[in-house]
């Protein structure tokens, strides 16, 4: 599993599967040594001695599991030494030791090893030298020479020490061996003189060194003795309020048995499994021995109707900080084979792309996850992670960790999941209901479902079946519908969200909103919404629309809703310039934090509800919010504040990704207790967001076709997640000016085939930076340019990015698309918005989610067409020039696929079920078929 951990210069005989987790602060050079070596405080496999571990019943056929690792000893009393305990008791706790740990012949290699531990403040007085034992058992090993070369020696001032021996050399005494020999190797720094030396003996002057001493073993043979046996740790209790996605209201509405609790020793290698079920699912949890040393904690989990083994997944933990019990930790996930799906919004195969990044044109990841190496848990500007997988084999899998990590994918779908600074693992996983009858309503009160009229929720819509499986292969269906109870329900599409968004960088006075409103009704199109994108307050942090540009949003808002029929948007970001008018307030309040808005405490999300978006937008017609710049891209500074992170949950490594779901609450849970359909427009959610009523949008993309290929696996691949209402800039943004005037043949093909795709994505909305002219505005004007903003072209906007922008050739093939999704697909939505709330149901999704049993639906071919919903299915044109594409028609004979007429399909065209064809594709007909 470790690339590497099995170079030219190491045995050949399979590596230990066990991987090795650095703590949160890991350099790459650090990371690449820990993976030859087996760390001895860092190694993995859940050995440390002592586990808690708590299962409880969290909705239908589903288990949360939470574990916390046992405490580490403390020091010895009446010492200044820290001692961090190691738990690398097992042969297997080493990856691939070098050749001259092998039995066959007389070698010698280089073994890199090191050690990280943290220490309390004030061990080690400023300046001193340290000292750091490590004890070695292994056989045939006669000599362990040679200095450390390793310039990374470091003492910081606070809490923290990292040391390595880079380069000990092992040698065989003889091929015979002479049985076992216990080392001591001891590693004198001197933090004054910035040096080190490695020695079997005590160093000149070893008065002047303080102790730092590490009980750690390293076992270089199959069999080996440890010399002595580390303290014992003492069991910690299960922390039950840590945030996370996982409704609370989830467990009261099972009404369960007992969870299963267990302090589990591991030195208990032979102790009976203990297990606990809840309808469907059956998890065991076993202590195994690995080669009669100590053993390794498991949780096997089964799907009862077939008795298939899900999957086998064992925890492990890193060293514990010295504050508040944070350490690296992690699950693997054994698999069968089976598809991967999830982990949210992909957007790139390398870590640059978009508008930021490179130069290059995102690519998307592939829809099927296997393979996928390590991808991070934080969020950026172009990737969006959520953690949540569905396996083909009928079951899912949530961690609920909002903190910094990682999670790879290997081809046969096993998972490895690392976190690195946390208290606790949660995670939480599901399995496909025994049957596919209709699920009964429970008694009790189930998770937020539709919202009623007065921002309530009503459960209206209970015992409506959901769609049965049809197939052998699992329907994922009831995946979805209990990770929907477990996170919460979206709420109801609001009507005008269904219809068609105008947007453009940027609509700069209320005049300018109001004629392009005009323009629209000169046309007889009506609009969902109308965008005022960024730069609207004076400055960032003012919490109104500037009064010089915008003098009476009321009026404002009431006339695009008389001519179009539309809502109005406004955007925010989330900074606060010390020159804001709210900065005074809001930092009295303790909700900034270092320029920027701290929202995850419930007072200051109240507080900017109540005082700033209810009287000054709410109050004057505008129910619709765009929460732009909300990831790591803007608000870095929040993340790495010197206090450590946010206000109410720090550390951010631990919990960062909470802060964009707080943030969206402030908007989504203040309309909702207003009793008012609005909808949050944002770029960053983490698990669970859909219950606030989001739509998520791809960012600022370049305008090209090879981006529009790109969206369409993009846009998939984050509903599938959990995330239903997606969208993306239609026509693409522009990086920071589309290359391409309005009116080339280039723009002109682009624009049209990225209508065709947005009419039939879940949310259609255009948006860029258009090259070209906008409105002329007085040099003078303030309402060029927002204060300490940077310019957005000579007049502070970009170019004309309506309907009628490019060309009259042009128009009338993208006013028909507009309208088609207004008077056909809006409605549509809407009643496909109606099982989105009551059963999770992704909107956008593979073919495979309502075609299980064709085995060909799964084929990465099909990963640029897409069901929406399960009537609609779409083959988007994403390549520049294509006349025609290949288009697969799902199921088998008795299924068959009309075209679309009212988008340039042909009458009474029927294709069947199962097959495959080439399809013409002129520029103005959408491949867009109907389900028969």
Not at 264 to 288: C, F, V, Y
């Amino acid at each position: 599993k470790n690339p590497f951990a099995c170079g030219k210069h190491f045995r050949t005989t399979p590596c230990p599967t066990r991987p090795v987790i650095m703590v949160s602060g890991a350099t790459n050079r650090m990371t690449s040594v820990g993976a030859l070596m087996g760390m001895m405080v860092l190694v993995g496999g859940a050995e440390i001695d002592t586990m808690t571990v708590q299962i409880d019943p969290w909705c239908e056929n589903s288990l949360r599991v939470r574990i916390r690792s046992a405490a580490p000893p403390p020091p010895p009393p009446n010492s200044n030494a820290a001692v961090v305990w190691s738990n690398a008791k097992r042969r297997d706790s080493v990856l691939c030791m070098s050749d001259a740990c092998t039995h066959s012949e007389s070698t010698s290699g280089y073994v890199k090893q090191g050690v990280e531990g943290y220490v309390p403040d004030a061990t080690v007085p400023a300046g001193a030298k340290t000292m750091l034992s490590i004890y070695y058992s292994h056989e045939h090993t006669d000599n362990l020479l040679g200095p450390s070369n390793d310039s990374a020696f470091k003492l910081p001032s606070a809490s923290y020490i990292k040391m390595f021996d880079n380069g000990a050399v092992l040698q065989r005494a003889d091929s015979a061996g002479v049985g076992v020999r216990t080392k001591k190797l001891t590693l004198y720094w001197s933090a004054s003189l910035q040096h080190s030396v490695a020695t079997t003996g005590d160093p000149p002057d070893k008065s002047t060194y303080v102790p730092l001493k590490v009980l750690g073993y390293l076992c270089a043979e199959l069999h080996c003795n440890t010399p002595t046996t580390p303290p014992t740790a003492m069991p910690l209790p299960i922390l039950l309020d840590l945030p996370g996605a996982l409704r609370r209201e989830c467990l009261a509405d099972m009404n369960p048995a007992a969870p299963l609790v267990s302090t589990t020793t591991m030195d208990h290698i032979h102790a009976p499994p203990k297990s606990i079920q809840n309808g469907n699912l059956r998890a065991n949890m076993l202590s195994t021995s690995r080669n009669g040393i100590n053993g390794t904690m498991t949780i096997n989990f089964t799907r009862v109707s077939d008795g298939h083994q899900l999957t086998t997944i064992t925890p492990y933990f890193g060293p514990a900080a010295s504050t508040g019990g944070y350490r690296a930790m992690g699950v693997e996930l054994t698999n069968d084979g089976s598809a991967v799906y999830g982990l949210g919004q992909l957007e790139n195969t390398s870590a640059h792309g978009g508008c930021d990044g490179n130069g290059t044109t995102a690519t998307g990841f592939p829809l099927r996850r296997n393979g996928l190496p390590a991808a991070s848990l934080a969020a950026s500007k172009f990737h969006v992670s959520v953690p949540f997988t569905y396996s083909s084999s009928g079951w899912g899998f949530l961690l609920n960790l909002p903190g910094d990590g990682t999670v790879s994918v290997a081809i046969d779908g096993s998972m490895q999941w690392n976190v690195t600074t946390q208290q606790q693992l949660d995670f939480w996983i599901t399995t496909t209901a025994p049957d596919p009858a209709p699920r009964a309503q429970k008694s009790q009160s189930p998770a937020p479902t539709p919202r009623d009229g007065k921002g309530g929720h009503t459960r209206s819509g209970a015992g409506l079946p959901r769609p049965p499986s049809t197939s052998v292969r699992p329907s994922p269906a009831s995946v979805y519908a209990q990770y929907a109870d477990a996170v919460g329900h979206a709420p109801l599409l609001p009507t005008h969200a269904a219809r068609f968004w105008q947007s453009r960088l940027r609509y700069r006075t209320q005049e300018i909103v109001q004629s392009i409103a005009q323009e629209y009704n000169a046309r007889n199109l009506t609009l969902g919404m109308l965008v005022v994108d960024f730069m609207n307050q004076r400055t960032d942090g003012d919490f109104h629309m500037n009064p010089v540009c915008f003098p009476n949003i009321t009026n404002m808002t009431t006339a695009v809703r008389a001519l179009t029929d539309a809502h109005t948007m406004v955007s925010f970001w989330p900074d606060v310039r010390s020159t804001a008018d709210a900065f005074a307030a809001l930092t009295k309040e303790g909700c900034v934090l270092d320029g920027t808005i701290d929202p995850t405490g419930r007072h200051c999300r109240q507080f900017i509800w109540n005082n700033y978006v209810l009287p000054n937008y709410v109050a004057r017609g505008v129910t619709d919010f765009w929460l732009d710049e909300d990831d790591i891209h803007s608000i870095a500074p929040i993340l790495n504040s010197s206090s450590g992170g946010t206000a109410a949950r720090a550390p951010a490594a631990a919990y960062g990704r909470v802060w964009a779901n707080d943030w969206i609450a402030t908007f989504s849970d203040g309309l909702r207790a207003e009793g008012m359909d609005g909808v949050v427009l944002t770029r960053s959610v983490w698990a669970g967001a859909a219950r606030l009523g989001v739509v998520l949008w791809s960012s600022d993309i370049f305008s090209t076709f090879e981006e529009l290929t790109a969206q369409v696996k993009i846009g998939v691949g984050a509903t599938i997640s959990g995330i239903p209402w997606w969208t993306t800039d239609v026509g693409g943004f522009g990086c920071p000016v589309s290359p391409y005037n309005n009116t080339s043949p280039y723009m002109q093909e682009l624009i049209v085939r990225w209508y065709q795709f947005g009419v039939v994505s879940p949310v259609f909305r255009t948006h860029g930076c258009r090259a070209g002219a906008a409105e002329v505005l007085p040099a003078s004007s303030p309402c060029m340019h927002a204060q300490g903003m940077k310019p957005q072209g000579p007049q502070g906007s970009c170019g004309f990015n309506e309907v009628w922008s490019y060309g009259p050739a042009v128009e009338p093939v993208l006013t028909a698309l507009v309208r088609f999704r207004n008077d056909v697909l809006a409605p549509y939505i809407l009643a496909l918005s109606r099982n989105v709330s009551l059963y999770g149901v992704p909107t956008m999704r593979p073919l495979w989610y309502d075609f299980p049993r064709d085995d060909a639906a799964t084929d990465s071919a099909c990963d640029d067409q897409f069901m929406l919903g399960p009537l609609y299915m779409a083959a988007p044109v994403t390549t520049h020039g294509a006349r025609s594409r290949s288009v697969y028609f799902p199921g088998d004979a008795s299924v068959g696929w009309e075209e679309v007429v009212e988008v340039g399909g042909e009458t009474g065209v029927v294709h069947t079920g199962g097959t495959r064809k080439s399809v013409l594709a002129p520029l103005q007909k959408l491949l867009l078929y109907r389900r028969l």
